[in-house]
């Protein structure tokens, strides 16, 4: 029987027929500003669109991240169904080269000094687009890369709950929907349609019953 942190790892494997889906952007150590782009953080990236798993690759996915949503919503108190659904988008169900090549589920960039946290590994630099309310114009950013999607998840989790500007939203721990939009407007996303897009998630995936 695999462990958790094996069978997560495993994950990277699933889906030989992928569709091609546009990369968001990572934003300063790890708020994502999403661009017009989907889900995924890296060069070229090739990933299952958000909305367009098949049932046994959604499956196979939310059986095995939802172990670790569990323990970061244990650990930090962030709702496990919030970040199931942004791994689901940044990654595109762990198809996103980025998260494929780095096990980095959710575009975390290192710190401009190259300060990369406690659980990734190291930097890796990847082309990327950047946007702001005017334009999108590509870049290079690093990324976090980690040992494992474990550690991806811990990261997340502790990059949520130690960031005073995300502090409001952890009196909406047990709303994932408001705690959805409180993030996103701390400065998360620039795409304005960021919260409602993990909301989406939320109810057609009943990403709920994680937070459980």
Not at 66 to 88: C, D, E, K, M
Not at 158 to 169: D, N
């Amino acid at each position: 029987m695999l462990t958790p942190r094996r069978a997560l790892t495993s994950l990277i494997i699933i889906g030989a027929a992928i569709s091609s889906c546009p990369p968001a952007v990572a934003g300063p150590l790890g708020g994502t500003a999403h661009a017009v782009t989907g889900a995924g953080s890296a060069p070229s990236t090739t990933s299952l669109a958000a909305g367009s798993a098949s049932s046994a690759v959604a499956a196979a996915f939310l059986r095995q991240a939802g172990l670790a949503a569990r323990r970061s919503q244990r650990a930090t108190r962030v709702p496990a169904s919030v970040t199931l659904a942004q791994a689901i988008l940044e990654s595109g169900w762990g198809q996103s080269r980025l998260a494929v090549i780095d096990r980095n589920y959710f575009g975390i960039k290192c710190s401009p000094t190259g300060d990369y946290g406690p659980y990734a590994t190291g930097c890796h630099r990847h082309p990327t687009t950047e946007c702001d309310s005017r334009r999108c114009r590509r870049t290079t950013a690093l990324f976090r890369a980690y040992r494992s999607p474990v550690d991806s998840f811990k990261d997340h989790g502790r990059f949520l709950a130690s960031s005073a500007r995300y502090r409001a939203a952890f009196a909406h721990t047990a709303d994932p929907d408001r705690f959805a939009r409180k993030i996103a407007k701390a400065g998360y996303a620039t795409d304005p349609g960021y919260p409602a897009k993990l909301i989406k998630l939320m109810r057609t995936y009943d990403l709920y019953r994680y937070d459980r």
